[in-house]
């Protein structure tokens, strides 16, 4: 069956499936990134996973020459190496959370889309309030739910995010580090 366009509308016109139509495209957008952003970091930790044990292995060669200084610089530059090498790692541990955030709006606009497809769901505050706990369940840091709960609370986004970085800041005040 086909159903006329924005383009194009007819009686038969629905704001509800142009809204379906935009959240898929959104959806399509995310996962396209997504897979390609993937590729490349994967690609990219793998050169840097090789570039580790190399590095390993120049820093045993180099502990085994005679002490000089030559030497000791060689193995200073190795060593200044791998820390760089590493801070790369830990920036791959991020865009590793990017990827899961992106995936959980993939999903959250998946399941919009159906809800609004769905008649019996869309007209159904308990099938809306069932989506959003869903929604707010797999966020597992405390700042998602702070932004989560000032968005359902009538706040903008620009609130809602001053009040996610906040809760961030405070998170990572309150972190403790072990040595």
């Not at 590729?39 to 045993?60: C, P, Q, R, Y």
């Not at 190496?81 to 801070?87: A, F, L, N, P, V």
């Not at 809800?115 to 840091?141: C, G, V």
Request: glycine share 4%.
């Amino acid at each position: 069956m086909t159903f006329s366009p924005s383009s194009q509308p007819d009686l038969d016109w629905s704001q509800i499936r142009e809204t379906i139509k935009l959240l898929t495209v959104s959806v399509a957008q995310v996962e396209g990134s997504m897979k390609a952003g993937d590729e490349s970091v994967s690609a990219l930790a793998d050169s840097f996973t090789g570039m580790v044990e190399e590095m390993k292995n120049i820093h045993e060669i180099l502990s085994g020459f005679q002490q000089s200084e030559s030497r000791d610089q060689a193995l200073a530059h190795c060593e200044a190496t791998q820390h760089k090498i590493y801070s790369a790692i830990v920036a791959f541990q991020f865009y590793d959370r990017l990827q899961q955030c992106l995936q959980h709006v993939s999903n959250n606009l998946k399941g919009l889309s159906i809800i609004i497809d769905t008649p019996h769901r869309l007209y159904n505050p308990a099938e809306w309030y069932k989506f959003q706990e869903s929604i707010r369940n797999q966020y597992t840091m405390e700042s998602e739910k702070v932004m989560f709960d000032a968005i359902h609370q009538g706040k903008s986004v620009d609130e809602a995010l001053a009040l996610f970085q906040q809760a961030n800041q405070q998170s990572d005040d309150d972190e403790i580090e072990l040595f």
